[in-house]
């Protein structure tokens, strides 16, 4: 397989800018595997295709405030920083991060951020570049903050929310990039097929009898990276440190059991579902992932999968290719552009049958 194989022609005012609102009101393509259809429909009518016994998996992640802006202390040079991913290092606080100007950044550099009035010598936040990753980015350590604050807080308030680089629009409201079920914080990027739920339409499901329950993956570096070599074999997933509770492995395992069907809401759902050992029952586990998606790839667990419009050329393309069927997935993005669908995280959503 090429890289080149999952490309289409996007024209760029349907990206999305901003929001809509409320979040249900998106449209909703409906794309059937057995049969090859589409359906036209919206997001609130999702549970026209949903049964009593289906069990949602979504990702509880919340995106934290990961974009901070600092400068080089010793020349005052502006340096942006976008943190991905916390790094387990005993007594240390380490995260990979994108940094930019990337290679005026090396290691050794300190960066600070935060200083308040003319006092130059007590910034509220330093970071010390320890090294260089493999795919490109840094890994930093932040240094014990004067104030004592624990660093969740200080990023609150210096951070700001790290939108994807192709939305130019301001965000008004930050909570409008968290899923309404987002509770523990550390995604440098939303699930963006759960942006679509509200309390509502998650109210009204329950009493169909769908039930909802979550798991954890912390988005990082491989929404950020694109694919860069043509053959697919080639690429290297980014590994993520994944998250699956006793509650959820139970509540799979029932729905199972009377013949529900799993529907993975997004591609974050998605891998950590197939990344699960495979064993019957399904067992908790935590632990990280590196598994790449793609066509001929066979799924153990999902049955049917919400998501977004994804970006050509990514490996998201890859594993709605390998779910859907690649002749299909090109027929139902050509239909969306068609139709005028809005794409990629704002933009509306695709349930896969």
Not at 161 to 180: G, K
Not at 266 to 271: A, P
Not at 300 to 308: G, S
Request: hydrophobic letters at 40%; aromatic letters at 8%; glycine letters at 8%.
């Amino acid at each position: 397989m090429q890289t080149s194989d999952f490309d289409y022609d996007l024209p760029p005012e349907l990206i999305a800018q901003t929001p809509i609102e409320p979040r249900d009101a998106s449209r909703l393509l409906v794309v059937n595997r057995a049969t090859g259809s589409l359906e036209h429909r919206h997001f609130y009518e999702i549970g026209d295709y949903l049964r009593p016994g289906d069990l949602l998996v979504a990702n509880r992640s919340r995106v934290i405030p990961a974009r901070l802006i600092g400068r080089k202390p010793e020349t005052g040079g502006a340096v942006e920083v976008l943190l991905l991913a916390r790094r387990p290092e005993p007594g240390a606080e380490c995260w990979e991060a994108l940094v930019r100007p990337g290679r005026r950044i090396r290691e050794g550099q300190e960066i600070v951020f935060g200083e308040t009035g003319a006092d130059a010598s007590a910034p509220l936040l330093t970071a010390r570049v320890l090294a260089r990753t493999e795919a490109g980015g840094r890994l930093i350590q932040f240094l014990p903050a004067a104030s004592g604050e624990p660093l969740e807080v200080t990023l609150s308030r210096l951070g700001t929310m790290p939108l994807p680089p192709y939305i130019h629009t301001p965000l008004a409201n930050p909570e409008r990039y968290q899923t309404v079920y987002a509770r523990e914080p550390g995604s440098a990027a939303a699930p963006t097929a759960g942006l679509h739920f509200t309390p509502e339409l998650l109210a009204r499901l329950g009493e169909q009898g769908v039930e909802t329950a979550f798991v954890l993956l912390h988005v990082g570096l491989d929404t950020f990276r694109p694919v860069e070599v043509e053959d697919v074999s080639e690429h290297k997933m980014h590994s993520e440190a994944i998250e699956l509770d006793e509650a959820t492995a139970a509540q799979i395992n029932a729905a199972r059991k009377r013949g529900g069907r799993i529907v993975a809401v997004g591609t974050t759902s998605v891998r950590v579902l197939e990344s699960l050992p495979e064993t019957d029952p399904v067992h908790p586990f935590q632990g990280r992932t590196s598994l790449f998606i793609t066509p001929g790839t066979r799924f153990k667990l999902v049955d049917a999968m919400i998501t977004n419009f994804h970006l050509p050329r990514s490996s998201l393309m890859m594993l709605v290719s390998a779910f859907a069927g690649y002749d299909l997935i090109r027929r139902a993005y050509a239909e969306a552009v068609a139709q005028r669908y809005r794409f990629f995280s704002f933009g509306d959503a695709m349930l896969i049958l």
